[in-house]
């Protein structure tokens, strides 16, 4: 059984920075398409970026290209989200989800929103 915990996320400064990271106990990273996704108060659940367990290919959603960035260490079964130049824009609940990668690619995931598996998230403020 696959769970997803992630770490702590903050407050943070307009402009500053914060990594979150998302540990898939129970799993073989290679086999999971794994996804951060962020939900603001009063608005839909969105995909964030996702990335292959597999072969590391990743999606990000346009909002966040350039400042976002996802990587993975299979060793620690762990996937991390490196967000900087954060705008107030960017605060919500954020989540760790997957799904195994016969089911779904890298861009599906992010898109369509169909896991297996969610984390409980973790919320991050961006505010002066």
């Known amino acids: 059984q696959l769970q997803l915990v992630e770490s702590e996320g903050g407050l943070v400064q307009p402009g500053g920075s914060l990594r979150l990271s998302c540990v898939a106990s129970?799993?073989?990273?290679?086999?999971?398409?794994i996804g951060w996704f962020r939900q603001a108060p009063g608005k839909e659940r969105e995909g964030v970026s996702c990335i292959s367990g597999r072969d590391g290919s990743t999606y990000y959603r346009d909002s966040v290209k350039g400042r976002f960035t996802i990587s993975k260490d299979n060793a620690k079964v762990t996937v991390y989200l490196q967000m900087n130049s954060l705008e107030p824009e960017d605060t919500a609940r954020y989540y760790c989800?997957?799904?195994?990668?016969?089911?779904?690619?890298?861009?599906?995931?992010?898109?369509?929103?169909?896991?297996?598996?969610w984390g409980l998230g973790t919320q991050v403020t961006v505010s002066s």
């Open positions: 989800a997957a799904r195994n990668r016969w089911s779904t690619t890298v861009q599906q995931l992010c898109v369509s929103r169909v896991v297996s598996s």
């Open positions: 129970g799993a073989t990273l290679e086999n999971y398409v």
